[in-house]
């Protein structure tokens, strides 16, 4: 089974950017579709994004609508989320997650309905 390892959270002032990424060990990426997932303290896991195998067909959470922008280059085995014009809201653990069914919303389904999640990456936006 692939290992799935996420880069590139950090503090970040409200408005900036950043670029969080999910990787594979190996060159199964291309196969998988991805979602994007993240968990503020004290609150329930929430969907964030879809993007399916090829990168044609993506959804977002209407939180995060025209702010996050999911993108893919399987040649590198690597998802991306662009997190842009970063609210305090936005402070939470992001988690990436793989499987084999693009779902019609970003809705969180529970950890047993994405085949593997990577280690999370932690994203604070304060001033």
């Known amino acids: 089974q692939p290992l799935l390892v996420e880069s590139g959270g950090g503090l970040v002032q409200p408005g900036g950017s950043l670029r969080l990424s999910c990787a594979t060990t190996?060159?199964?990426?291309?196969?998988?579709?991805v979602g994007w997932f993240r968990q503020a303290p004290g609150k329930e896991r929430e969907g964030v994004s879809i993007?399916?195998?090829?990168?044609?067909?993506?959804n977002y959470a209407d939180s995060v609508k025209g702010r996050f922008i999911t993108s893919r280059d399987n040649a590198k085995n690597t998802v991306y989320l662009h997190l842009h014009n970063l609210k305090p809201e936005d402070t939470a653990v992001y988690y990436c997650?793989?499987?084999?069914?693009?779902?019609?919303?970003?809705?969180?389904?529970?950890?047993?309905?994405?085949?593997?999640w990577g280690q999370g990456t932690q994203v604070t936006v304060s001033s």
């Open positions: 190996d060159s199964t990426m291309q196969y998988y579709i």
């Open positions: 993007i399916s195998t090829t990168g044609t067909n993506t």
């Open positions: 997650a793989v499987g084999n069914q693009y779902y019609p919303d970003t809705k969180y389904r529970g950890p047993n309905s994405w085949d593997h």
